[in-house]
């Protein structure tokens, strides 16, 4: 049953999450259930905490790896810092910029929502505005989307932490880094971030199932008084258990600890550098695929290109559902829905996690024939051969093969 | 490094949860990732909500598979029913429900802890008392757990249901169900339960990840009114997306779908009646190795005998840590500790889930010997003997195999 | 240290055997060892020995699985039809004819070697002088590969068959299937074939480890008198425990045989003939690759093109050992060498197994990288949009997805 | 259908062959089929080749990995170093002794058959008349079972070396060590071995699939004149590999290579001679339970008693094989039969392999419960109860875990 859709070869995952798992952290996964009471599992814990700050690149971060998805990871973030009532600067950018949004309200906060047009970054200028204006500091925090992965828009975080230095505003920076961290360029300390978060289906190249947040000093501090109430999602429970050295306030998954393990090797092998240089080569492709093909990258200007996914806008007479599903059913293809408003009208590439060139080239040579397909007048190979004229003069080799 | 406490031959886990995985379910979720937007997993999903009701023996109830722990299925079960300050009845009687009850005042609930000693039921008496008096009905609802894990004492839910009846009180019947649900006999719809959860690591036999929630039709309406703040564990996303056929409101994990369906096809296959009877097989064959010992079971009486976990109680001169310790360190047995105010007092070992005959009477050798190696004096081979005795009498063939 | 030429990204695996194995065929592979001699194994035997029949279009041949490579299935299919000194014609095609002929000439027998250049298929106007000129019939066998894995060469059997029978010649007709079988239109049974034979780890897409022998009526009945010494690949041994209904005469590989249930699953699921088609669907889109790239088809002539490998020709000025050596080194893409006489002038795409359309142009636009890398002056995109072209007229739905 | 046997809970697997394979070996070789001839894989056979000789215990003998099992094995110790006619002593101990013995006339040799009553080590006594006797040294080799797995029987090699030694005997010694190797004690360099060899799913516990073949100076030198015909099994095409630095002169299995080097890490990592002294420890816990069942060891002197395997002599009024069967029908339990002349009259505890103290005992309680099912009169837990007070006095702690 399980296995109703069969079709030969490989499934091509090109949907911006969940994302391709390396067999490396298969294999690690591929085991028994462990007393995560036994000394083991905290040894192993303490250990994962200290390197996942790495991938945040802070220092001053505490780690929460909750059993949870990125919603859950948002919840997190939001009532350890903040109260009801609380009034909060959001962007509404795209699909899940709009869902913390409504998360955001729900959770009883007072939330100024600054809207963009989707496949344009975060309006900063209304931030300066509001920030400028905020003398009494009734803004408690920004929330912002890293990446939004419904339009492939990055937003620069350098930007929205210098307008808090620039105003001296104590709000908290909250940032959705789910489909950013491990492939964009992120730095928690540097930029001053008090909350990011994570997915581990997302650029870790996990399965769905562990939500991680980091929170910095700030957000620490602020938590011991925020009166959201909470429980599965308190830090306070996890904090315990760091000092009494149990790690656990309640039970993990020991597969995903040791996928994590796994994940993290390959991570700090390849280097953390040089995966945000892979994601840039991989995107830059896409890019100029999408460009030869004669079509628009939702995303309105350069400065907002995503390295994780493209949104491509396809002509008024086809249906972007189309591509997704023919994709699917004729090439074996997963490519990502356009959401909400711009449903029918964009498709997603998504390039993130554990990914090279050759597994994109397919990729593009399948959304080229599909594009064929439903009627767009594609020239075959044009696509890829743009892509892999660019990626033919950047890739590397691989080091361990030299 | 993630293996540095290697020992040879299989490790022998029992620690009443997380449990023992079938190789079939291994390798169902030896897998990658997918689409959950694809047409394959909402049909996947589909069926498995049908099959699920199965094991919570309901035809009434709605399923929500919440990627979270018990923990967080808890959460769900109380701010989906309830409002801030609304009164309910909890039955502390062990570890496990003192953290739920603990959950339920930091949710804001009003709680009547009804305490019994460690080792004994819930004081139905007292219930009884409560619900007579309550002829304003400010009870909104009773929160009782099954099965306590921390002291292996199962609840008459009959009698409690058949109080509510008596005094025709409407309050919701909320059932933790952790280490009971697909162990010891559960009936949803029979017993009047409005919502009964269990984890996908328990009786299971999947990895820790998935916390399933079963609601009844006047949960759901409660739900409706409820007023507890919530979202990432609001049924609302669920029931919408069930309307849409989507099926999901944020990314499940793959993997766990997948192990679920292998899981329930081993379960149908064996037959839940079966697998209550064998859970009932080896909790008396283990009740009567420790009588052989000479030894307490921490249960005071033989109506709450635990068929998924026991707790046995040691001499006052013996530490029961010390016993999980020298398990775990010279025979790679994983017992469970004594938790809070038995800590040191009493270990546990937990026979639920995907287990037979031969491994539990491996572990009661290897807790012969245990016990021998901290002083207690044991004649080896009597608790395996007298547990052999009852199991030679009443195993029976292995279906498939006659 | 396993992992140590680790890179980012799956393994592109083109080289035409071992090929890809589907991740069904995994997942059933990862299990631990079982006894062979319980009811389960022979009884599961029983039924692969039947299904893979099926594969050779054979009902009355008689299938050994061997616990070896397609050298030994080599070795088992002339020692059990042939004693020493047996005069055999033999072609000479490629390296792995060569190989085969080294074998029967070390095993003793006569062979008449039949040289064809490289890229051309076997000389049947020899072999019919040999058969008219032979009416005393010392000629026992002739001894054939159906395809030639070095050269991209597919040999017509039908009219090997056809002399056979114009000249009333019995000399026995033994056929190495070994990258045919599964993937090209073989007929055991229609073309009069006595021995035919594959190894796991070609079409089949399993690991290696199995050398599957189909030996027709006549060949059983050469096997009672030919004199060859013989033990581990004596059919005999085979064929008293098939009698005896215990199927193996020394421990099979309980890994291989799950994994081959898998794979005919899947193989029947698909339906051979779509299998077939799929492979000629892929052989011709590489070859409109080669085409479109300027460069040459070792095989000679499109009667011989093979559907699953394609040898290609580089130029005097570049070393195609080069090619393979920069494919791996920076695509993650293993292709496979030139062998031999033609070392360093053709490197090869295998495009056998469990592959599909876009793992295929995958492959093509990484040849078309390194191609550019070497210094050969293709235009990127020629390849891949040559073989998309056609893929795109000719694939069709997956049908469980229609 | 491939699961169509299912019991709940783990299969205990104590058949002397295949046996348990560890988890971390599973997740090892749970991957992708691979090019063999890109770098990767030569280096690491080559660092392979090097460590298989630590199991072996020699550091001037050869090793070979052969895609084959035992019988294979045994097929290529031969002929590589003898030709047909050559004068061998043989004992004929139990069944696979025949086996082999079976195998060396049907090659053609002149075997000297020494016959032992089963349960009986090799007769010296008649080997040590024939090497006096044979002052013309017409005997080219003495091949001799270190462990006779049908019966449980450990031959002593260093008094088969003392007499090669004292008559100054040039004949090759060949050592089986199918069931010995990485579980007793052998020393292929101290004793003066010439060829020795094991299967992959033995001691080393891995699947069926590799036969390994060790060949000292006197061997390789044997094999430049040997004439039995060859070539699957032919070292010389190793040889050549070895030399050219490709290491295999057919496809290998990628997956046993891998599982392989994890064997070897958790062999290493355990130390060789813990694993021996694990072996003695289960070995003599085994037959305390079987003296304390009142049965008889089919091993007729301490001296030749098994740590491997143990083969229980039944009383005349049962039959073996119900004890088989129903270990296996009703208790998941696989044991060993009782082979050829001595079916129906032993059964067999296989005992060697990845195992420890409480699997084997829960292996014996399973055995005492059957033994009572057959009509055998065994007090339950007498025989758990005598191996555990062995166990309990001499198991050490877990190194990972002091």
Chains 1, 2, 3, 4 share one sequence.
Not at 220 to 237: G, M, Y
Not at 264 to 285: P, Q, S, V
Not at 288 to 297: D, E, F, I, P, R
Not at 372 to 386: E, I
Request: charged share 20%.
């Amino acid at each position: 049953m399980a296995d109703y859709v069969y079709g030969p070869g490989r499934t091509h995952l090109f949907v911006p999450g969940p994302v391709n798992i390396p067999d490396q952290v298969l294999r690690a996964m591929n085991r028994q259930n462990e007393d995560y009471r036994s000394p083991a599992i905290p040894a192993m814990t303490k250990i994962l905490l200290e390197d996942v700050k790495k991938i945040f690149k802070t220092t001053t971060g505490t780690i929460f790896m909750i059993p949870t998805t990125g919603t859950g990871a948002w919840e997190s973030a939001l009532t350890n810092t903040l109260s009801p009532g609380d009034r909060i600067v959001s962007f509404l950018i795209g699909q899940f910029s709009l869902l913390w949004i409504d998360q955001q309200q729900r959770l009883g906060f007072n939330v100024d929502v600054v809207e963009s047009e989707w496949g344009r970054g975060a309006d900063l200028d209304v931030l300066e505005a509001k920030l400028r204006d905020d003398t009494a500091h009734t803004i408690k925090a920004i929330a912002i989307v890293h990446n939004e992965t419904a339009t492939g828009v990055t937003n620069d975080l350098t930007k929205v932490r210098k307008l808090l230095d620039t105003y001296r505003h104590p709000a908290l920076l909250l940032v959705d880094g789910v489909s950013s961290i491990c492939a964009l360029d992120f730095r928690m300390d540097e930029w001053g971030v008090d909350v990011a978060l994570t997915g581990s289906q997302k650029a870790l190249s996990l399965p769905t199932g562990m939500g991680i947040v980091c929170a910095g000093p700030r957000a620490i501090e602020a938590s011991k008084t925020a009166t959201s109430r909470r429980v599965f999602f308190d830090w306070k429970d996890y904090l315990r258990t760091y000092n009494l050295g149990t790690y656990w306030p309640y039970t993990p998954s020991i597969q995903l600890l040791y996928g994590l393990r796994a994940a993290l090797d390959l991570i700090f092998e390849e280097g953390l550098d040089n995966i945000i240089k892979r994601h840039n080569r991989l995107g830059t492709a896409t890019r100029l695929a999408v460009q030869a093909w004669g079509l628009k990258n939702c995303t309105q200007k350069e400065e907002w290109f995503s390295d994780t996914v493209t949104a491509v806008v396809v002509p008024p007479y086809i249906d972007s559902n189309e591509i997704v599903k023919q994709a699917w059913k004729r090439y074996n293809l997963s490519l990502g829905l356009g959401l909400n408003k711009i449903s029918g009208k964009v498709f997603r590439i998504g390039h993130l996690g554990n990914l090279n060139e050759l597994q994109l080239l397919g990729c593009l040579s399948g959304v080229e024939m599909v594009l064929k397909d439903v009627g767009y007048p594609v020239k075959l190979g044009s696509g890829v051969g743009a892509a892999a004229a660019y990626l033919s003069n950047f890739t590397p080799f691989i080091p361990s093969r030299i």
